[in-house]
C-alpha cells in the first residue's frame, strides 16, 4: 500500500508560506528599519551632504565605515561632514584614521589641505568714482556716496568686493558675475529657500572650494522679506554659506537712494538713482560690457526673482526665474560670503 502524502505537502506548504510571510515583512520594512548595504549608506551620506544636514551625515558615513573600515569614501564623506559642522579637528582625526586604514591618496590630498594653513586674505583698496547726477538730485546725507572706495581680497581662486567687516569676519560679494545660470529650474512659484540657485550655490560651489578654505566660509542664517512693492512672500529665513543678496541688501551695501523703501517714483518697476553705476557688473575675464546680475528676492509674482540690469538699476518686478524661450532664464551669478578672518 503507497503511504500517503498529504504530510508531506503539508509540510512543504508551510515552509512556502512562513518563506512568503519572511518576504513580504522584509519588502515592507522601511529601509530606515533595517540595515542598509555600503552603497545605499554612501548615497544616503552625500544626499545630506547636499541638503546640508551634515549631522545626519555623520551618521550615515560613521555607519559606512563599521561595515566597510577600508572604504576611503566613508572617510572622506564623515571628514567633510565634521568640516560642515566647523569641526576641523575631528575632520582631520577622521582623514587621519581614514588614511592609516586605506593608504588612499585622496585622503592624504584633503588630509593635506586641512593642515596646512590658508593664507590670510590679501586686501586691496580700490577707488572708483561713479558719474555724479546733478546737485539737486542729491540729498546732504549721501554726499559721500558719489565717489566711493572700496577694498576687494582674494580668496578661493576668485576677487572679492568687501562689503561690511564685523568682528573677526567680513561679508564679501564676487567683484565680477562668474558664472550664468538659471534661479530656479522650473516655471513655478518658489522662494529662494527651495530655488535650485540655492542648492547649487551651497552644495556644488560650495564644494568646490578647498576643505581649508571652506573651513573659513561661515554658515549664516538669512532674513528673506517679502517685496516690499509687489508683498510678495519672501519665504523662510534659511541658513546659507553662500547666496545672494537680497534687495534690502544691494541698496545696503551699493547706495541708498531711499527709493526702495519710499516708493517707484513713478516707474512701476525699477530703481533707477545716482548709484546705478556702482551696482554695474562684468562677466569675468570679459570687461568690454556689463551684464545683468539675480538677486534672491521675489519679484511681482513667486515665478520672478529681482534682479540687477546691465545698466546698474535694480528691477524690482523681476524676470521669469526659468524660461526656456527666454535669454532671462540664464541670468548672471554674484556669490556673497561671510569669511572669517581668525
Same mark, same amino acid.
Given at each position: 500500500m503507497l503511504k500517503s *502524502?498529504?504530510?508531506?505537502?503539508? %509540510? %512543504?506548504?508551510?515552509?512556502?508560506?512562513?518563506?512568503g510571510i519572511a518576504c513580504v515583512l522584509i519588502l515592507l520594512t522601511p529601509k530606515s528599519e533595517r540595515s542598509l548595504t555600503p552603497q545605499e549608506l554612501l548615497s544616503l551620506g552625500n544626499k545630506y551632504l547636499s541638503e546640508l544636514?551634515? @549631522?545626519?551625515?555623520?551618521?550615515?558615513?560613521? *555607519?559606512? %565605515?563599521? %561595515? @566597510?573600515? =577600508?572604504n576611503p569614501q566613508g572617510y572622506i564623506g564623515l571628514a567633510e561632514a565634521y568640516t560642515g559642522l566647523g569641526n576641523i579637528d575631528k575632520a582631520i582625526e577622521i582623514l587621519e584614521q581614514g588614511l592609516e586604514a586605506t593608504g588612499d591618496d585622496e585622503i592624504r590630498r584633503l588630509l593635506s589641505e586641512l593642515l596646512t594653513p590658508a593664507p590670510e586674505p590679501e586686501v586691496t583698496t580700490v577707488v572708483t568714482t561713479t558719474a555724479a547726477p546733478p546737485e539737486p538730485m542729491l540729498e546732504p546725507e549721501l554726499q559721500d556716496? =558719489?565717489? =566711493?572706495?572700496y577694498e576687494i581680497t582674494e580668496f578661493g581662486g576668485y576677487t572679492w568686493r568687501i562689503l561690511e567687516r564685523q568682528s573677526g569676519r567680513m561679508l564679501v560679494i564676487s567683484e565680477d558675475i562668474l558664472e550664468e545660470r538659471a534661479y530656479h529650474n522650473s516655471s513655478t512659484n #518658489? /522662494?529662494?529657500?527651495d530655488s535650485d540657485m540655492r542648492a547649487y550655490l551651497n552644495g556644488e560651489f560650495y564644494n568646490s572650494f578647498s576643505?581649508?578654505? =571652506?573651513? *573659513? &566660509?561661515?554658515?549664516?542664517?538669512?532674513?528673506?522679506?517679502?517685496?516690499?512693492?509687489? @508683498? /510678495?512672500?519672501?519665504? #523662510?529665513? /534659511?541658513n546659507d554659506y553662500i547666496f545672494l543678496l537680497s534687495l534690502e541688501e544691494v541698496v545696503k551695501y551699493f547706495g541708498n537712494s531711499?527709493?526702495?523703501?519710499?516708493?517707484?517714483?513713478?516707474?512701476?518697476?525699477? &530703481?533707477?538713482?545716482?548709484?546705478? @553705476?556702482n551696482r554695474k557688473a562684468y562677466m569675468e575675464n570679459n570687461s568690454t560690457y556689463p551684464s545683468w546680475w539675480w538677486l534672491r528676492s521675489p519679484g511681482e509674482y513667486n515665478r520672478f526673482a529681482t534682479y540687477v540690469h546691465s545698466d546698474g538699476t535694480v528691477d524690482v518686478g523681476g524676470v521669469w526665474q526659468d524660461d526656456i524661450d527666454n535669454f532671462y532664464d540664464y541670468g548672471g551669478v554674484r556669490p556673497a560670503l561671510w569669511l572669517s578672518l581668525e
Amino acid at each position: 500500500m503507497l503511504k500517503s *502524502k498529504k504530510p508531506v505537502f503539508a %509540510i %512543504i506548504g508551510a515552509v512556502l508560506l512562513i518563506g512568503g510571510i519572511a518576504c513580504v515583512l522584509i519588502l515592507l520594512t522601511p529601509k530606515s528599519e533595517r540595515s542598509l548595504t555600503p552603497q545605499e549608506l554612501l548615497s544616503l551620506g552625500n544626499k545630506y551632504l547636499s541638503e546640508l544636514d551634515y @549631522e545626519n551625515a555623520v551618521v550615515a558615513f560613521s *555607519k559606512l %565605515i563599521e %561595515i @566597510e573600515p =577600508r572604504n576611503p569614501q566613508g572617510y572622506i564623506g564623515l571628514a567633510e561632514a565634521y568640516t560642515g559642522l566647523g569641526n576641523i579637528d575631528k575632520a582631520i582625526e577622521i582623514l587621519e584614521q581614514g588614511l592609516e586604514a586605506t593608504g588612499d591618496d585622496e585622503i592624504r590630498r584633503l588630509l593635506s589641505e586641512l593642515l596646512t594653513p590658508a593664507p590670510e586674505p590679501e586686501v586691496t583698496t580700490v577707488v572708483t568714482t561713479t558719474a555724479a547726477p546733478p546737485e539737486p538730485m542729491l540729498e546732504p546725507e549721501l554726499q559721500d556716496m =558719489r565717489e =566711493r572706495d572700496y577694498e576687494i581680497t582674494e580668496f578661493g581662486g576668485y576677487t572679492w568686493r568687501i562689503l561690511e567687516r564685523q568682528s573677526g569676519r567680513m561679508l564679501v560679494i564676487s567683484e565680477d558675475i562668474l558664472e550664468e545660470r538659471a534661479y530656479h529650474n522650473s516655471s513655478t512659484n #518658489v /522662494t529662494w529657500a527651495d530655488s535650485d540657485m540655492r542648492a547649487y550655490l551651497n552644495g556644488e560651489f560650495y564644494n568646490s572650494f578647498s576643505a581649508s578654505d =571652506r573651513a *573659513k &566660509i561661515i554658515q549664516v542664517t538669512n532674513k528673506n522679506s517679502d517685496n516690499q512693492w509687489f @508683498e /510678495t512672500l519672501g519665504g #523662510v529665513d /534659511t541658513n546659507d554659506y553662500i547666496f545672494l543678496l537680497s534687495l534690502e541688501e544691494v541698496v545696503k551695501y551699493f547706495g541708498n537712494s531711499g527709493r526702495l523703501d519710499s516708493g517707484s517714483y513713478g516707474n512701476p518697476w525699477l &530703481i533707477n538713482d545716482e548709484y546705478n @553705476e556702482n551696482r554695474k557688473a562684468y562677466m569675468e575675464n570679459n570687461s568690454t560690457y556689463p551684464s545683468w546680475w539675480w538677486l534672491r528676492s521675489p519679484g511681482e509674482y513667486n515665478r520672478f526673482a529681482t534682479y540687477v540690469h546691465s545698466d546698474g538699476t535694480v528691477d524690482v518686478g523681476g524676470v521669469w526665474q526659468d524660461d526656456i524661450d527666454n535669454f532671462y532664464d540664464y541670468g548672471g551669478v554674484r556669490p556673497a560670503l561671510w569669511l572669517s578672518l581668525e
